[in-house]
Structures are given as structure tokens and as C-alpha cells.
């Protein structure tokens, strides 16, 4: 079992459309959980975090947390074509000793179309 | 404020050559990492530091060195390069975001190519 796990995609969508990511992670000890966006042959960008359980929202972006499913998912609303790329889920765990090393997830390829 | 900088952006070697790939980061961050990205996939970790002259191995190591002189630079070593470390690399540095968590913030990636 991968210790974090996306669905691959494709994930197609139209344009205002919310696109729903979903990511799953094995380690019970996870404390925080990362969203990141890479566009193709660029480097990977924070777009969301979360460390509780529940809904964060940051303007059409919504992270949703699930320690008990290990589960973490992020919602697009309004979906827009420059949204699509490569959407990474990160984990780590809480402490010291994490140094905040991220486990990264194989990426949902994401494509809004007009 | 140049954030973390990668040199260089591509390079190719032939397979048993030997190369270092740089990083610098002008945040004053205490921890620094190297990952790489196969294509279709996620980041793998292959080094991290968590300060000048600290320095421990992460999920895929082998065929790799770092060493961490100063907080500001952490390069990365390859020895007999193989095609296997055919991949994209990207340096990372971080620092807490106030919540217990590391926020990490990553340069624009190397290319490397082995054949």
C-alpha cells in the first residue's frame, strides 16, 4: 500500500464546474496535510493546508479532513482553465522530528475545459 | 528576494560521469531538501538537512551525496551517474508556519538527463 495515494486521473471538467480531488493516506500518525499545484515543467506551489478536521476555505478552494477515514480531499469551485495541472498531495508528520519532510502522493492530473 | 535557486536547469551526462547539482536559498531557513520527480509521479525525497553540517538520508538515497557547509547553500552530488537518476530534481527549503508545520518553499527544478 502506498503511503499516500491519489486518484491518477485524468480528471476532466468543465469550465465553472467544481472538480473534486481526493487523496488517502496510510500513516495514522499524519498530523498535517498539504495541497500543492504544479504546472507542467514548473516546480510545485502551496495552494492549501489543513491540520484539523473539517472544511478549510480559501476563495474557490476548499480542503476537507478526515483523520479518522484518512482521508483529505480538495474542491475547486468555479472551476477555470488555468487551474489545470497536476494537483500533489503532501503529508508529514507533527513534531520535531519530522523536520517537515513532505510524502507526496503520484499527482491527479487535472483539465478544465472551456 | 531570489527564494531558493537551482543550477543549472538542464544538463546531460553520459552514464558513469559525475556532477553536482546547486542550491542556494537566501530565507535564513534552517531546513533544506532535495527531491525528485520521475515523470507521472509524485516527489520522492532523497536528502534532507536541518542545518549547517546536519545531514540525513530521506526515501531514495543510494547513488547520491549531499554535504550543508553554510545555511544558505546544500548541493547535491551524483557519483556514476546511471540512467536511472534520469529524473527532475528540485531543492526545497522551509521554515514553520506558526501551526507546528513547515511550509516548504521549492526552486525551479534541474533537469537531468543520463545516457
Known amino acids: 500500500q502506498k503511503e499516500v495515494e491519489q486518484n491518477s486521473g485524468p480528471l476532466s471538467v468543465p469550465e465553472g464546474a467544481i472538480a473534486s480531488l481526493n487523496c488517502t493516506y496510510s500513516?495514522?500518525?499524519?498530523?498535517?496535510f498539504f495541497w500543492y499545484r504544479q504546472y507542467s515543467g514548473k516546480s510545485p506551489e502551496l495552494i492549501m493546508s489543513i491540520y484539523s478536521n473539517g472544511d478549510k476555505e480559501d476563495g474557490r478552494f476548499t480542503a476537507q479532513l478526515n483523520k479518522a477515514s484518512q482521508y483529505v480531499s480538495l474542491l475547486i469551485r468555479d472551476s477555470q482553465p488555468s487551474d489545470s495541472a497536476t494537483y500533489l498531495c503532501?503529508?508529514?508528520?507533527?513534531?520535531?522530528?519530522?523536520?517537515?519532510?513532505?510524502?507526496f502522493g503520484q499527482g491527479t492530473i487535472l483539465t478544465v475545459h472551456p | 528576494n531570489a527564494g531558493v535557486t537551482q543550477t543549472p536547469k538542464f544538463r546531460i551526462l553520459k552514464i558513469g560521469q559525475s556532477m553536482t547539482l546547486q542550491c542556494t536559498q537566501d530565507m535564513n531557513h534552517n531546513y533544506m531538501y532535495w527531491y525528485r520527480q520521475d515523470p507521472g509521479m509524485g516527489l520522492k525525497l532523497i536528502y534532507y538537512?536541518?542545518?549547517?553540517?546536519?545531514?540525513d538520508k530521506g526515501e531514495v538515497p543510494n547513488g547520491y551525496n549531499v554535504s550543508r557547509s553554510t545555511t544558505e547553500d546544500f548541493p547535491l552530488r551524483l557519483e556514476l551517474a546511471a540512467p536511472s537518476q534520469t529524473s527532475v530534481y528540485f531543492c526545497?527549503?522551509?521554515?514553520?508556519?506558526?501551526?507546528?508545520?513547515?511550509?516548504?518553499?521549492f526552486g525551479a527544478g534541474s533537469r537531468l538527463t543520463v545516457l
Open positions: 538537512s536541518v542545518g549547517a553540517g546536519i545531514t
Open positions: 503532501a503529508v508529514t508528520r507533527a513534531g520535531g522530528t519530522s523536520y517537515g519532510k513532505l510524502t
Open positions: 500513516d495514522r500518525v499524519s498530523q498535517s
Open positions: 526545497a527549503s522551509s521554515t514553520p508556519d506558526g501551526r507546528g508545520a513547515n511550509v516548504l518553499t
